[in-house]
């Protein structure tokens, strides 16, 4: 639990029988539910002892993992000293990039039809916008942003006094190729001397994939739809006879092969997996260094393989959290070692703050309702923590959750067992909407 003095700075954190034992007797009260935290009222930093903790960071396309952990030296026999390290609090923060991603593309996908449909021609505006050094698509940056967010508050929370982040790069080549390239080999590609249908022919036998047709036409067919974010990228396409490629369409391989398991195993066993993962990871590590460094914090940074090592020598699972508390050097020859990993995983889910449309439109992208500007009704906005008091009725008793909020004040309160409705007088606010979903979990631990 995080912990802070009576004048609002961070103390190390305690465990939550302290937190317990600290609010039953008066000396503390609650700061914030989420992630939650006490401000003593009888003790300031001046009359503390704070250490310090490490904060640990393990960047990941679809999540990260952060962790709080504290280092100490013990003595052993002789004039060696060991590293024991402790993990303290765990948190899991999980990104929207790739609902950013569908969104801008829908967003794209309207445009363009409202400039192309039952319109004369109009020639594509001239690409003359510039763009700032450093810039990244909406769905990166909001990676670095929420990361930097989370950062940020730990170090409010807790005393950070270093900053430990994985950053390495991904070699695209080597993982496009299935193996471990050298020198020369980066510059000859699958493609070289050949081109994409004689290299899909050789491939796949000059036959159509999905039903096995020889001699007929063979189209160029896209395992992962366009529409549903596929690349062209020579991975990702095959060879398909004209009836089959126009049965798929645009539903994924998966789905269409739903009836032949055996079909659909041989085809995603030659394929390569995709790298949109690992570009992103490429893109934005520098920017996430970037940004951290504003912190104020010494920030370190150790490549992905001394993480890996970490987490075999010590026998952990492979999660971000984990990965994150294996973060940083450890000498294991010396007798460094991780003593302890938390229990449970707090999971922070990056939800938005809502919508700025004003209409919602149908599938041709036209409005089609106009949509309320009021985001806040009787004190409350969507996702609000709140605690509801019912007096009467079926959901008699005392509900804590997150609510979505109504126009006429009857708001819904997402409880265990589904969602009431309660009225907007029966609402005690606990914390307001940051634009993040809580929740915790049980981490794995062999």
């Known amino acids: 639990m995080f912990v802070l003095s009576k004048d609002g700075r961070p103390l190390m954190p305690c465990h939550p029988a ?49 962790v709080l952990t504290d280092e100490k030296k013990e003595p052993r026999a002789g004039d060696a000293a060991t590293t024991v390290r402790r993990g303290l609090i765990s948190v899991e923060l999980l990104h929207r990039g790739d609902q ?4 801008m593309q829908q967003r794209a996908g309207y445009r363009h039809r409202r400039r192309s449909a039952n319109c004369r021609h109009r020639a594509p505006r001239s690409n003359n916008r510039g763009r700032l050094p450093g810039w990244l698509p909406p769905s ?13 508050r730990l170090c409010r929370y807790a005393p950070v006094t270093e900053i430990h982040l994985e950053s390495g790069p991904f070699d695209t080549h080597a993982m496009s190729a299935g193996m471990r390239l050298y020198g020369s080999q980066y510059a000859r590609g699958p493609l070289a001397g050949t081109r994409v249908r004689s290299y899909l022919r050789a491939e796949w036998n000059s036959s159509c994939v999905y039903c096995g047709a020889i001699g007929v036409p063979l189209n160029i067919e896209h395992l992962r ?12 396409l095959v060879l398909a006879c004209v009836p089959c490629n126009k049965a798929k369409g645009s539903r994924p391989v998966v789905a269409f092969l ?21 570009a992103a990871m490429n893109a934005t590590r520098y920017a996430l260094t970037a940004r951290l460094e504003m912190l104020g914090r010494p ?7 001394l993480t890996k090592t970490n987490r075999d020598v010590t026998g952990l699972n492979k999660t971000h959290t984990l990965d994150a508390l294996c973060v940083g050097r450890l000498d294991h020859r010396s007798g460094d070692a991780i003593v302890r990993v938390p229990q449970h995983v707090l999971v922070v889910k990056a939800t938005g703050r809502g919508s700025y449309a004003r209409t919602t439109p149908d599938r041709f992208g036209f409005p089609r309702l106009r949509r309320a500007r009021a985001k806040q009704h009787f004190g409350y906005v969507t996702g609000d923590l709140v605690r509801a008091i019912v007096p009467t009725g079926k959901w008699k008793g005392t509900w804590s959750g997150r609510i979505s909020v109504r126009a006429r004040g009857q708001h819904s309160l997402a409880v265990p067992g589904g969602r009431i409705n309660i009225c907007h007088r029966n609402l005690r606010l606990l914390q307001r909407s940051d634009g993040y979903a809580y929740w915790t979990c049980p981490e794995p631990v062999p």
Do not use: M
């Not at 990166?140 to 940020?152: E, G, I, K, N, P």
């Open 299 to 305: 920030l370190y940074t150790w490549p992905g393989g």
């Open 18 to 66: 302290r937190a317990r034992e600290l609010l039953r007797s008066g000396r503390a009260v609650v700061a914030r539910q989420v992630p939650f935290t006490i401000r003593l009222k009888d003790r300031a930093l001046d009359d503390s002892e704070v250490q310090g903790v490490q904060l640990r960071i393990d960047p990941g396309s679809k999540g990260t993992g952060l």
């Open 258 to 278: 739903a009836g032949d398991p055996g079909r659909l195993e041989q085809i995603l066993d030659q394929t390569r997996p995709s790298l949109r993962d690992a």
């Open 100 to 103: 950013i991603r569908v969104c």
């Open 140 to 152: 990166l940056r909001h990676r670095v942003d929420t990361a930097l967010s989370q950062a940020t």
């Open 225 to 236: 739809p366009r529409s549903r974010g596929g690349s062209s990228r020579i991975a990702n």
